[in-house]
């Protein structure tokens, strides 16, 4: 049994190699396609998502020997007797991309100390990476954020008009999910397409994870998903990311995520500094909300 690790992003990385090598081979086989069965969210676990998270999680009890895991297909588990680690795990982040051919699919893997809640702002370690080019995103608290070694850097860019935006659109949370939480108030969508209309470029890739470390990395000026339709494990890992690189996440009123629940949709803004996440808010605010 390994012993106590100081610093468990190589264990992470190897969780990152070794899921992607099955997702680009075997991973890739019509068979692997078919649901097998429902995850926690409700939603249907297809047999490459399964297997990925099976070898993922395998790698992480050789390398950690115990900790406690959040998982997207799993749920929650835990691995031995005394966890470090409680871990946040998406080996396929984009599975619609992935099932269709969609070359933008991510890894994204959190730490936070055993018996933390789940709060962005509490996460010690994360790994995020791209399924199909291999490229690492790194950080660990109070260290910084690297893309292959090289340090992220968040954008500079304050003004909309000038800025290119990561978006995630389509259709709303059900209207089951609005009676169990009446007290959230949704942003519009017509709105969201509004603000979107004030920026400069727009890209749509649909891999959560991906948009949020371009942000981090200076690639996307901002990103906004409005949904109500991510679950933690999108956004936990890339959250520390953007924070080392400079950049802000908040929900869609520019308020901090805080502690959040695994199941529990929720709706991210992100920006590379925080003149253009006010401008984000702003345009959002004169559109009437």
Not at 36 to 60: H, M, Q, S, W, Y
Not at 65 to 86: L, M, N, V
Not at 110 to 123: M, T, Y
Request: aromatic share 8%.
């Amino acid at each position: 049994m390994p012993g106590e690790i100081t610093d468990p992003r190589p264990v992470f990385v190897a969780m990152f190699a070794a899921a992607r090598r099955y997702l680009l081979s075997e991973g890739q086989a019509l068979e692997a396609r078919a649901p097998v069965a429902t995850n926690p969210k409700g939603e249907a676990t297809r047999g490459f998502d399964a297997r990925a998270e099976e070898i993922a999680l395998a790698v992480a009890q050789q390398g950690l020997g115990s900790f406690r895991a959040f998982s997207e297909e799993a749920g929650e588990i835990q691995i031995g007797e005394q966890p470090q680690w409680t871990l946040v795990i998406d080996p396929c982040d984009g599975s619609n991309n992935f099932k269709r051919g969609i070359r933008s699919v991510g890894f994204a893997v959190a730490a936070l100390p055993v018996g933390a809640p789940l709060d962005p702002d509490l996460v010690e370690y994360a790994v995020c990476g791209d399924i199909f080019t291999g490229a690492v995103y790194s950080a660990a608290r109070g260290q910084g954020a690297t893309l292959d070694g090289v340090p992220c850097v968040a954008s500079r860019m304050s003004e909309l008009r000038y800025a290119m935006l990561g978006a995630n659109i389509g259709r709303e949370r059900s209207p089951k999910a609005d009676v169990e939480d009446a007290a959230t108030q949704r942003i519009p969508l017509d709105q969201v397409w509004r603000l979107l209309e004030r920026a400069a470029t727009v890209r749509r890739m649909g891999a959560t994870v991906l948009d949020l470390c371009y942000v981090a990395q200076g690639a996307y000026d901002g990103y906004v998903d409005l949904r109500d339709r991510l679950t933690p494990e999108n956004f936990l890992a890339p959250a520390l990311v953007l924070r080392e690189a400079g950049a802000r996440l908040t929900d869609g009123y520019g308020h901090p995520l805080g502690t959040v629940e695994f199941t529990k949709p929720y709706s991210v803004l992100a920006a590379g500094n925080d003149a253009l996440l006010a401008a984000l808010l702003d345009a959002l605010a004169h559109n009437g909300i």
